[in-house]
Each structure stands twice: as structure tokens, then as C-alpha cells.
């Protein structure tokens, strides 16, 4: 449907018209009083400011505007300024002034609503001032300021509050100039207080300054809640014992110190007094607990109490039970970020002996902290199954979150442990990555987790791979074991590999960690090589003795022989030393062969020829005379002749010997009988001068 011409020109001027309404709504009325202490309008004047929601990114101007009765209109401009101040020639005291404040920007312009007052009415005094206080009982006292300014008193308010309260207890008081606080005050805790008050007719003034004072003190009352820090894990032996800060209403006081009974397991008391007042030693303490820097061994209960300078508690009584392995009874539900920490468990699991245990205790311990630091607990009513802690729980760093039961008694039972992360990073490089054993198909891989602090996250799994193959093996981490390990199968025999394992946390795999291994050979393989090494040794054994009596052998012989090339018997020859040198060669030769020879043919030795003569140089001339050297062949036929002559000599010798007959024929020649020394053996055995002379 079309709009007429009339229209469109009312729609255009809506669009364009200033927002005076909007403007108007958000820019509030003003607020004004004459203060009666120095201020930026000075002493008397009227003071004005106000509230305006503007665009920050568009400039406004305001002014201040009013008007008396029965008189024209008076303005100041503030400029940006939200405050304007009226001056006291502007209007005459005790009597009713119209205030309204105008904005103007490039979107237009807005009024605000008039506030109308009387000027006598809008006297502000300032803050009233504390001038005396005491403990018992607790009061304080103040002066006003009205009399300065010749004015009467109106009223006061009172508002207090301990130092662990957030909120204000406020109080009406009327006329007076002090306090005295009720008997519900308590005993030993420091009081903070303020003060204001009007002057008549007037406003009420600014709060005065916070004043502190404490209230006198008595005896502590109630049990203190002490627990023991056993590390990570929860079951270590060594612990210490810690407990929490009296809370004010317990206190009571100045807490000068604590009084520690230790009952050892051998039946000895040991009483530790240490006192707040002494540097960090025996006993640390931070804001809100403390505990005792002293081994629990040998401990079997402790005893706590905390005194002032009116008395102290009664004993709070913790038995140190023998740690054992954790029972992991159920799970526990851990929730955790970095502000805070939720466990949650099974309520139901528990009710069949809800009665035979008081509560629950729940705490945390940050790994890697030493006994007594980065910890809490919290008791929990054994009706509830949820505890909450908050604070600021460090990244990447693990806790240790364990829950107990403890015994109407004081004895504590636990139940279940989980190490959890406030946030969760990519962890670092598996630690001891190593080949625990080596086969010829398989190989068995062991390493360790690390410390927790470390892992940067709750470690998952660990992933396993040959380089070069496709499979990866994922191994469940198992946060009870200090070292894990994987047997890797389906390898080949006597071949080189490379494995590589990363670890694996809610944030994704770590970086990879390479071993090198090489497998060993097949074992039947390895047998026969060892076969074939012995077989080749004993060979070499038998050559080395073969070669061994050989050479023994051709010593002696040589020994028997006479050297030099002299034509003398060969041993070789003779029937008896064949017979030996068979026998050395067959061992069992022995058995059948006769070991001497009854008749045994001389004509079977060799005459080989010696150089050195048998004779003395000057013995006979022809001994030196050298004849030229024979060729391999005359020698050969020459030994030939040699043997064969020497042959028919002795064989024919031994024939006469055993007839009797001797043959003139071969008996010696003049030569030889002039020799007068020559024996029987040269006869048969020693060459003749001309043999010599042949050779």
C-alpha cells in the first residue's frame, strides 16, 4: 500500500528528529549539598552532580541550571564534566532553589527532571572522628562536627564487622557520640568499625575511617583437624603431620603456639613444643594451615593442641596407620580445570557399613612438592559422596586426588587414588628406551614412565613401530608399574632394526624415541656353525700334528745319518728302520711285524757323499787334491756304480764270513797295511782313498 505524500514527510521527520526522549530518560536529576569541610566548590557552596549514559565515543556538554523563586534562571557550564557547583552569592540559605541539568551533543539535546530542596536542608557534615576505644568491654566513642558549624545534632549510624567477615552489621543510634558492642561480641578477634552522622536539619555525613581494635581474649575452644601428608603416592611410609589454622570464633586469641604428643610404636611419648613466634624450622605455616617438619616413622598416633594466653584446646587425636598397597576399592570421579577440583563417588557401595566409619576425608597433593606443601583435605559427612576445592591448580602438573574413610576412633582406611591434571599437554620423550633380550624372531622392549612431573599429562597408551612397516602396536599404560615392557615378534633372523615408541596423553603423541637392535641367527644355524668350526679346528689340530712328527721324524733321521756328502751307510736302507719308520705310520703296525730284523741285509744301505774327508790333511797327499764337479746326471751314475760295487763288497764279504774262507784277492794293499790303526769296521763300512778321490 502506498503512502500518501503527508506521510513519508512525517515518517522522515521522526527518523531525523533528536532522541530528547531517550536522552532525557537516561541523563538523571541532580543530586546537591553544601559541604561543611574543604571541597573543589569551597565552604558553602552547593555541590551538584549527576548521571549520564551516554555514547563514550560522542562528546557531550553539560551546564547546571536553577532558578529561585520569583527570580530569573542562573546556569553554569561544566563542559564534560558529570559535578557542578552553584556559588553561595547565587542563593540565600533557607530557601527553596529549582536544580535541573541540561546535555547538548550533534544528536541533539536532552533536559533532565528539576529536583527542588531547601537550602538549610542540604547541609552535609563531615565525618564524624574516633576518639577513644576499649576491649572490655568493648566501646568506642566520637566527636561531631555540628558544633563547629553552630548546628545542632541529628543522628549517628554505626556499621562493624570482624576481620574474616565480608558484610556490614549496621546500627541505628540516634543522638549518641558512642558504642558499646552487645555480648555477642567474640572474645579475641579484631573489630573493624565506622562512624557517620547529621547535623539538624542536614544531611547524614561521609563513613569515617575504618578503625580496628580487639577484643580481649580467652581460652580456644573445639578440636583441631589434623591429617597427615604421605606424598605421592598416597601410601608412602614417611609422612608428616599438618593441620589447619583455628578459625577466629575458635581462636579466641593470639594462638602463641601448639602443643605435638608423638606416641612411638615401642610405647615412648615424645612431647614437641613449637611455638608461631619462631622462624621456619620444626614448624611451617602459611595462611590458612601448618604442619610439623618431623619424620612419622616410627610414630603410631599423634596428638595436637593449640594454646593462647588463656589456655588451649583439647588434644586432637590422628593414628598413623601401617601404609600398605592401595586397596582401589571403586573409582573416584575426578573433575578438574585450573580453578577447580570436584571428586565425586559411589555413595550406594558404602551403605551396607555407613554406620562403622564417621566421615570421609578427601585430599589432594601436588607431585614433585615436598612433604607438607601443595596440599589439602577436606571431611566430607559419610551421607555425602561430592567434595569441592577451589584455587589456582597449577598447568600441565599432575595431582594426586585420594579418598579415606576415617573410624569413630581416628583410624583411617583408604579407599582409592587417581593422578589427575589441571590441563593436559603433549608429553615429553619416553625415559630408558631399551632391547631387554634378543632372540632370533622376537625381541623384548622395556622402559619407564618418568616422573609424573614430567609426563606434561595423564599418559594413555604408548605407541610402538618397526621403521619401514606399516603396524603400530598400542600399548595400555598401567600407572602402578615403574617400568613396562613389549615383546616384539615376527622378526627375521640375523637382521638389523630400528623401533621407535612415543607416549600418548589427552593432548596427542609425544615425540619419537628410536632403538637400534640387530637379531640373532636361527639357533639350528647357529649350532651347525659351531659344528663345522669344531670340525674345522680338529682338522687343523691333526695337520698341525702330522706336520709336527714329520718334522720330528726328519730330525731324528738326520741325527742317525752322517752329513757332509760322505759316502757312508744310509740308515734308510736298512730293513729294521723301514720297519720302524712303518710303525710310525701305521700305530698298529706293531701287531703284526716283527719289531727287529733276525738277519737283516747290510747290502740294502744307501753311500751318500760327504765334502769334509775322513783323513787329515797331512795324512795323505791326495786327500787334497780337488777334482772338477760332476753334473746331476755323472753323480747319479756315479751313487749308481758306488752302491752297486759296494753291494758285491759287502754282500760278497758277508757270504765269506759266514764260510769262513777269506778271498787274498780283496785284502788290503801295502797302503793299507802301513796304516796300522785301520779296524775292522773301516774294512767293511769306510771308502777307500779312491772312492774319495772319485767323488
Request: hydrophobic residues 35%; charged residues 20%; contains cysteine.
Amino acid at each position: 500500500m502506498a503512502l500518501p505524500a503527508a506521510g513519508w514527510l512525517l515518517l522522515i521527520l521522526l527518523v531525523n528528529r533528536p532522541n530528547d526522549f531517550a536522552a532525557a530518560d537516561l541523563l538523571s536529576k541532580p543530586k546537591c549539598h553544601i559541604p561543611r569541610e574543604n571541597n573543589n566548590c569551597g565552604e558553602l557552596h552547593i555541590h551538584c552532580f549527576w548521571d549520564h549514559a551516554s555514547d563514550p565515543q560522542v562528546p557531550v556538554n553539560y551546564s547546571l541550571h536553577w532558578k529561585k523563586a520569583n527570580s530569573e534562571e542562573g546556569h553554569v557550564t561544566t563542559g564534560a564534566t558529570l559535578s557542578g557547583c552553584i556559588n553561595r552569592k547565587d542563593f540565600s540559605m533557607n530557601s527553596e532553589l529549582h536544580v535541573w541539568v541540561k546535555a547538548e551533543s550533534q544528536r541533539g539535546s536532552a533536559k533532565s527532571q528539576e529536583v527542588v530542596f531547601n537550602t538549610g536542608n542540604i547541609i552535609k557534615p563531615a565525618p564524624p572522628k574516633i576518639t577513644c576505644s576499649q576491649q572490655d568491654p568493648l566501646e568506642i566513642s566520637w566527636n561531631s562536627t555540628c558544633n563547629e558549624a553552630h548546628l545542632s545534632l541529628g543522628s549517628c549510624d554505626v556499621r562493624f564487622r570482624t576481620e574474616a567477615d565480608k558484610t556490614w552489621f549496621e546500627e541505628d543510634i540516634g543522638t549518641q557520640v558512642n558504642y558499646e558492642f552487645s555480648d555477642a561480641v567474640q572474645p579475641g578477634v579484631f573489630y573493624e568499625f565506622q562512624v557517620r552522622c547529621s547535623c539538624a536539619p542536614g544531611l547524614m555525613s561521609d563513613w569515617s575511617a575504618s578503625h580496628r581494635i580487639r577484643s580481649s581474649e580467652s581460652a580456644p575452644t573445639g578440636e583441631m583437624d589434623v591429617w597427615k601428608d604421605c606424598g605421592v603416592p598416597a601410601t608412602n611410609i614417611d609422612c608428616v603431620v599438618t593441620w589447619k589454622k583455628l578459625p577466629i570464633s575458635q581462636a579466641r586469641g593470639h594462638i602463641l603456639g601448639y602443643e605435638v604428643m608423638l606416641l612411638s610404636n615401642h610405647g615412648t611419648v615424645v612431647l614437641v613444643n613449637v611455638s608461631t613466634a619462631e622462624p621456619k624450622g620444626r614448624l611451617v605455616c602459611d595462611e590458612m594451615q601448618c604442619y610439623l617438619n618431623s619424620s612419622l616413622k616410627s610414630v603410631s598416633s599423634v596428638s595436637i593442641s593449640a594454646y593462647n594466653a588463656q589456655g588451649a584446646t583439647e588434644p586432637s587425636y590422628l593414628a598413623i596407620p601401617i601404609q600398605g598397597k592401595e586397596s582401589n576399592e571403586q573409582a573416584i570421579d575426578v573433575r578438574m580445570n585450573m580453578e577447580n577440583l570436584s571428586i565425586s563417588w559411589d555413595l550406594h557401595s558404602h551403605l551396607p557399613d555407613i554406620n562403622s566409619f564417621k566421615e570421609y576425608v578427601v585430599q589432594y597433593k601436588q607431585a614433585g612438592r615436598r612433604l607438607g606443601e601443595g596440599f589439602a583435605w577436606m571431611r566430607v559427612n559419610n551421607s555425602h559422596a561430592l567434595a569441592t576445592f577451589g584455587g589456582h591448580f597449577e598447568k600441565y602438573m599432575p595431582y594426586q586426588v585420594s579418598l579415606f574413610k576415617v573410624t569413630h576412633n581416628g583410624q583411617s582406611q583408604h579407599v582409592s587414588s587417581v593422578i589427575e591434571y589441571s590441563h593436559h599437554g603433549t608429553p615429553l620423550k619416553v625415559p630408558s628406551f631399551k632391547v631387554s633380550s634378543i632372540a632370533d624372531t622376537h625381541v623384548t622392549l622395556s622402559w619407564e614412565p618418568g616422573p609424573l612431573t614430567i609426563q606434561k599429562g595423564q599418559i594413555l597408551s604408548y605407541q610402538i613401530g618397526v621403521e619401514g612397516q606399516m603396524a603400530v602396536y598400542n600399548v595400555t599404560h598401567s600407572p602402578q608399574d615403574t617400568s613396562q615392557t613389549f615383546e616384539l615378534q615376527d622378526l627375521k633372523p640375523d637382521q638389523e632394526y630400528e623401533v621407535w615408541i612415543k607416549a600418548v596423553t589427552k593432548a596427542g603423541p609425544g615425540p619419537n624415541v628410536i632403538v637400534k637392535f640387530k637379531t640373532k641367527q636361527q639357533e639350528h644355524l647357529h649350532a651347525q656353525s659351531h659344528i663345522l668350526a669344531l670340525l674345522l679346528l680338529v682338522c687343523l689340530l691333526v695337520i698341525l700334528g702330522c706336520l709336527s712328527i714329520s718334522l720330528s721324524f726328519h730330525r731324528r733321521t738326520s741325527k742317525m745319518c752322517v752329513c757332509l756328502n760322505e759316502r757312508v751307510p744310509d740308515p734308510h736302507n736298512s730293513t729294521i728302520f723301514k720297519m720302524m719308520q712303518y710303525q710310525m705310520t701305521d700305530p698298529l703296525a706293531w701287531i703284526c711285524t716283527p719289531i727287529c730284523e733276525p738277519h737283516p741285509t747290510i747290502s740294502f744301505l744307501e753311500v751318500v757323499a760327504i765334502q769334509r774327508s775322513w783323513y787329515g790333511k797331512d795324512s795323505h797327499p791326495e786327500a787334497q787334491t780337488t777334482k772338477p764337479p760332476l753334473s746331476s746326471g755323472q753323480r747319479d751314475q756315479t751313487h749308481r756304480c758306488a752302491r752297486e760295487e759296494y753291494k758285491k763288497m759287502v754282500d760278497s764279504d758277508e757270504e765269506k764270513g759266514m764260510s769262513g774262507v777269506v778271498d787274498t784277492e780283496d785284502s788290503w794293499n801295502s797302503e793299507e797295511e802301513e796304516e796300522g790303526f785301520a779296524s775292522g769296521y773301516e774294512k767293511h763300512f769306510m771308502p777307500t782313498s779312491v772312492d774319495i778321490l772319485e767323488v
